[in-house]
């Protein structure tokens, strides 16, 4: 290529002014079609698409299609095809608008669009997927396609299994050929905010992921069919009444269930086969609970501020690792959860209403972490578990006496910021307390 002896950046500096000019496109081609066959499709990867990539990235990139690109990135950068600059991220590779202008215009030289090795314009895109059948697709991701305005024709495409429309922000209808993609393991439409209608049934029985979040117009979740559903996300819906516990059922052991829906005034019996079950923003007033829930790993009922009492078998989690009520109306712990052997984390934060935890709550042996931030009625605290690692009781602005022998407990966190009530003297024996036990060690040590 022409000015290849000059310096480097003598020539990065000039030719950043130029634009494109289609009379040295001739020229330019020159230089293109004296590379080799690797170096070919690269060099219009990098100007198309990969330019101001890091480099290290660019040749990671490569290597997922089994070639390794160093030497012919180099290459290229020798013969002033491409620059290598360097950035505050690292060596990042650049190409000219000139270049950019040629490699475009070699790809716009193929005539028939669906031949065509890269396309760039949206339109020329959305053209050719709609000519496309499909009829062997297994996967589409159109993950934040912003310029497509409807959904391709997938009625043909009955060996699909992930469909991905996540950000679609112009769909407004799912086709109701969904509902008849008998092999669809995953569905995914968040963040479709202007999706308002759904087909009212999915009659895949291999569907295992449901993801339907912040969906602000779908008032509906529809009838799944699936065996072996795993996880359904509705968080953000404007659902007034839960889906029916039919397809809570149906899940599989170990499945995750997630909703947020502040229109939510009811809720079905919650499944035992679910390992993890999230509810918030709801408008509720109860919920309850399987007596067979020993699978349950996970349970966070929070922002119900209708919700006033925890439920009476929550002892029968018997492998319940995380518990949380924050945000709700609750104004006391069930003694029952001295059964719950395995809880790491009880979380309580803004409970307006909780006024005492139970001291039976010493025994469990495996809490590390208890959160009563915000609570605004709690004046003590309880007897306080011995693997305890973090206490946050922050803004508990009623809070006045802690646990006699707070000040012997090897917790490493623990934090009473804006407790006004809270009497000073007894953080003075806390901290005491602490110092006893940490100054023999150190000197220990020194």
């Not at 160093?70 to 608008?97: F, M, P, Q």
């Not at 018997?318 to 609750?330: P, R, Y």
């Not at 508990?396 to 006699?404: D, E, G, Q, T």
Request: charged share 25%; aromatic share 8%.
């Amino acid at each position: 290529m022409a000015g290849s002896d000059t310096p480097l950046g003598n020539w990065w500096g000039e030719s950043r002014c130029c634009h494109p000019v289609p009379e040295i496109y001739d020229i330019l081609r020159k230089s293109y079609d004296k590379l080799n066959d690797k170096q070919l499709p690269l060099l219009l990867d990098v100007a198309c698409f990969l330019h101001g990539m890091l480099r290290s990235r660019l040749l990671n990139f490569t290597k997922t299609s089994c070639y390794d690109a160093y030497s012919d990135v180099k290459d290229l950068i020798n013969k002033s095809l491409l620059v290598c600059v360097y950035g505050k991220d690292g060596k990042t590779i650049e190409v000219h608008a000139l270049l950019k202008y040629m490699a475009w215009q070699i790809v716009n030289a193929e005539r028939e669009l669906r031949k065509r090795s890269r396309l760039e314009n949206p339109k020329d895109i959305t053209e050719l997927m709609h000519t496309l059948k499909l009829v062997n697709l297994v996967e589409l991701d159109l993950y934040g396609c912003y310029y497509l305005t409807a959904l391709l024709d997938l009625s043909m495409s009955k060996h699909l299994e992930v469909l991905i429309l996540h950000d679609f922000k112009s769909l407004v209808d799912l086709p109701s050929y969904v509902r008849y993609l008998d092999k669809l393991l995953r569905l995914d439409v968040e963040d479709c905010c202007n999706l308002e209608r759904i087909p009212t049934k999915l009659k895949s029985k291999h569907l295992k992921y449901v993801l339907m979040s912040k969906c602000f117009k779908v008032t509906h979740c529809a009838d799944i069919n699936s065996k072996e559903l795993e996880i359904l996300d509705l968080d953000r819906m404007p659902i007034s009444v839960a889906p029916p516990a039919s397809i809570y059922n149906k899940m599989q052991q170990r499945g995750i269930l997630s909703l947020d829906c502040p229109e939510t005034i009811s809720f079905p019996q919650v499944p035992a086969r679910l390992e993890k079950f999230s509810l918030s923003n709801t408008s509720i007033t109860k919920i309850e609970l399987q007596v067979d829930m020993e699978g349950f790993t996970w349970l966070a009922i929070t922002s119900s501020k209708l919700l006033k009492h925890v439920p009476s078998t929550i002892n029968n989690m018997k492998f319940l690792q995380v518990l949380n009520f924050s945000g709700t109306t609750i104004e006391t712990l069930s003694s029952c959860i001295q059964e719950l052997n395995e809880l790491l984390m009880l979380e309580l934060s803004n409970c307006s209403r909780l006024e005492s935890i139970p001291d039976i709550i010493h025994k469990l042996a495996k809490l590390s972490l208890l959160i009563v931030m915000g609570s605004k009625r709690l004046t003590l605290l309880p007897r306080l578990p011995p693997r305890l690692k973090l206490l946050s009781a922050r803004f508990c602005k009623s809070l006045r006496a802690l646990p006699s022998d707070i000040g012997r407990m090897s917790c490493p966190v623990m934090w009473f910021d804006c407790c006004s009530q809270l009497d000073r003297a007894l953080l003075a024996d806390m901290v005491s307390g602490f110092l006893q036990q940490v100054m023999p060690l150190y000197s220990q040590i020194w």
